[in-house]
Structure formats: structure tokens, C-alpha cells
């Protein structure tokens, strides 16, 4: 009954490769986000999409690419890895863009050889 | 394991101790705010919210206080458990032309001995 749901939950790769990690919520809500946390377990924001359109682009390099095929689902697809990318990247979703809490999923821990 | 979070600033308490944490947020239009806790390889968990027009909520053993005057947010634990210990993140939902982006705080770790 997980409500906000990210695969993989561990990835590691080689500089240079392309990946992706996958976001799906089944609790209903309109808006999806993703954020970066980094070793600091700093949280910063880094897409958020609603009813499948961007909303918030920071300012991430166009290597990561989000991609939204219906409200449910929210995927990044990170270009060229750098070691820099390694970090642990959470998906949450909201009801609309509200003052509504965000629930998060679980994480991805991306590890950069 | 996680080696994640070592400079985290920490709070240690005894179980049955009543924990507050604080956090200082940065912009005066925000004007909605969460506490969300983090367990370790899991993910932020909603706690409680507040509203701008509001300076204390409560919930099932937190509280949450919000001073706008200094720009100050607390969480109250009352009767901390061991099940507490986590790291626990403010955030901050700004008014920025519509975008309604949540920005955290850098989290406070609260570590319960039993």
C-alpha cells in the first residue's frame, strides 16, 4: 500500500552512463515533485510537475530530464552521470499546489563510480 | 549504513523528556510551514503543518509554535521515545509568483537515550 513509490531504491553506475528512476503515487494527488538530497542531507527542489506540466525548473543542469506521462507518474532520466549526481533523490506528490504537505517515497540512492 | 548527516547540528534527550526543535526560516512571505521527520533510509515523513495566520497547532504529542515577529519555528515532543530519534526538517513554502516550492531547513537530528 505504498503511497508514493520509487524504483530503484539503490543504483550504481560509471560516469558517463544515462539512467533513470521511476516515481509512481496511487494516493490520487495532481502534483509530483523531485528533490536532491545530498550528504549534508540537504533537501533542495529540483522539478515539480502538475496534472503532468512543469511547473518548478531549478537550477539543474539539462542533463536530468523529467518526464511526466500521466498525473501518476513522474520519472527523471539523468543524462552523462557525473560524480556530482551522487546523492539521494526522493519523489513526493502532493493534492494540487495548494498549502497541501508533500509525501515523499522512499529515496533512490544513486552512487556514481 | 548511512555516513550521511555528520554535521547535523543534534539534540540528545532522555525518553520521556519533552524535546523542542527549532528552526529559523528565511523568507517573511512565506506563509505556510511543515515538519517533516527522516528516519534513516527512509524518506521525509509529514509531522504537522501550520499556517501563517495561525501561531500554534497541535497534534497527537507535537506542537508546533510560529513566530512571525522573529521569523522563528519550533516543534515540541512531549514525552519523547526512543522511536523519535530521527532527523527532523522545517520547511518553508514561499510565495513565489504561484510556484509554491517548499524550501528545508537543514535539519536537526534528535538522538532519544533510553
Known amino acids: 500500500d505504498t503511497a508514493v513509490s520509487q524504483t530503484p531504491k539503490y543504483l550504481v553506475t560509471q560516469m558517463g552512463n544515462d539512467k533513470s528512476i521511476k516515481c509512481e503515487q496511487n494516493?490520487?494527488?495532481?502534483?509530483m515533485y523531485w528533490y536532491k538530497q545530498d550528504s549534508k542531507k540537504f533537501l533542495k527542489i529540483m522539478f515539480s510537475?502538475?496534472?503532468?506540466?512543469?511547473?518548478i525548473n531549478e537550477t539543474v543542469p539539462n542533463r536530468f530530464s523529467p518526464k511526466s506521462p500521466d498525473k501518476a507518474h513522474l520519472n527523471l532520466h539523468i543524462n552523462s552521470l557525473e560524480l556530482g549526481d551522487s546523492a539521494v533523490y526522493f519523489c513526493a506528490s502532493s493534492q494540487d499546489l495548494k498549502d497541501q504537505p508533500q509525501h515523499f517515497g522512499d529515496g533512490t540512492r544513486l552512487s556514481i563510480l | 549504513g548511512e555516513s550521511v548527516g555528520l554535521h547535523l547540528p543534534t539534540l540528545s534527550v532522555q525518553e520521556g523528556d519533552n524535546s523542542i526543535i527549532n528552526c529559523a526560516y528565511s523568507?517573511?512571505?512565506?506563509?505556510?510551514f511543515i515538519w517533516y521527520k527522516q528516519e534513516s533510509g527512509k524518506g521525509p515523513q509529514f509531522i504537522i503543518d501550520i499556517r501563517s495566520n495561525m501561531d500554534k497547532r497541535q497534534g497527537q504529542r507535537v506542537t508546533v509554535l510560529l513566530n512571525k515577529t522573529v521569523k522563528h519555528l519550533s516543534l515540541q515532543i512531549a514525552a519523547t521515545q526512543p522511536g523519535d530519534s530521527a532527523v527532523y526538517f522545517c520547511?518553508?513554502?514561499?510565495?513565489?509568483?504561484?510556484?509554491?516550492?517548499?524550501?528545508f531547513g537543514s535539519g536537526t537530528r534528535l538522538q532519544v537515550q533510553p
Open positions: 523568507n517573511s512571505a512565506s506563509d505556510y
Open positions: 520547511a518553508e513554502n514561499l510565495q513565489d509568483t504561484g510556484r509554491r516550492a517548499l524550501t
Open positions: 510537475y502538475n496534472n503532468k506540466e512543469l511547473i
Open positions: 494516493l490520487g494527488h495532481d502534483t
